[in-house]
């Protein structure tokens, strides 16, 4: 069985300001990274769900159960990471606002994360009662739940971008003039 890590890579291995510490740009790329890995591991819940749901009615809970740990591990480590950089850039880099919105795209993916378990809760029991009018209502609310933090995160992201155009404006000069 394919092991359920999202490369969260090596925090280490982001280059140093001169400073000591990495700089806002550096710190925003490893944001962005993480970003990409939060993405594969919702595509590694929903493998190992359709896993789960594709056994049905003899369900192996323990091997979905197993997958979920692995998978919510490797969803700890990239919130902490990104939680540190939040942090770093507030802090070490008084970029605030660029702060703000990565806690903002931090507490739009922790609702989907709950809302994505949420709707394989649901998605499971009608697997069992595929009649139960009240759990495909569920499902549908919980599917436009989704869309709509996925617009809110893409727009929290625009956001960032638009916030930090200054960050790599200033790389192209310090590049340009070298």
Do not use: W
């Amino acid at each position: 069985m394919a092991t359920a890590s999202c490369a969260t890579g090596d925090s280490s291995s982001t280059p140093k300001h001169s400073n000591g510490h990495a700089s806002p740009l550096d710190l925003l790329r490893r944001f962005h990274k993480l970003q990409a890995a939060r993405v594969e591991g919702y595509g590694l819940f929903e493998d190992a769900f359709n896993t789960f749901i594709a056994g049905a009615p003899v369900y192996d809970f323990n091997a979905y159960k197993q997958r979920v740990a692995e998978i919510t591990i490797s969803f700890k480590k990239i919130s902490e990471e990104i939680i540190h950089i939040k942090n770093s850039l507030q802090d070490t880099h008084n970029k605030g606002e660029i702060a703000a919105i990565i806690e903002k795209v931090q507490e739009l993916e922790e609702t989907k994360l709950k809302s994505t378990a949420d709707l394989q809760i649901s998605r499971k029991n009608a697997s069992d009662d595929p009649s139960d009018e009240v759990t495909q209502q569920e499902i549908t609310a919980l599917h436009f739940k989704l869309d709509d933090l996925a617009q809110e995160i893409n727009e929290a992201l625009e956001d960032l971008k638009f916030e930090s155009e200054d960050l790599y404006a200033q790389e192209m000069e310090d590049e340009t003039s070298r």
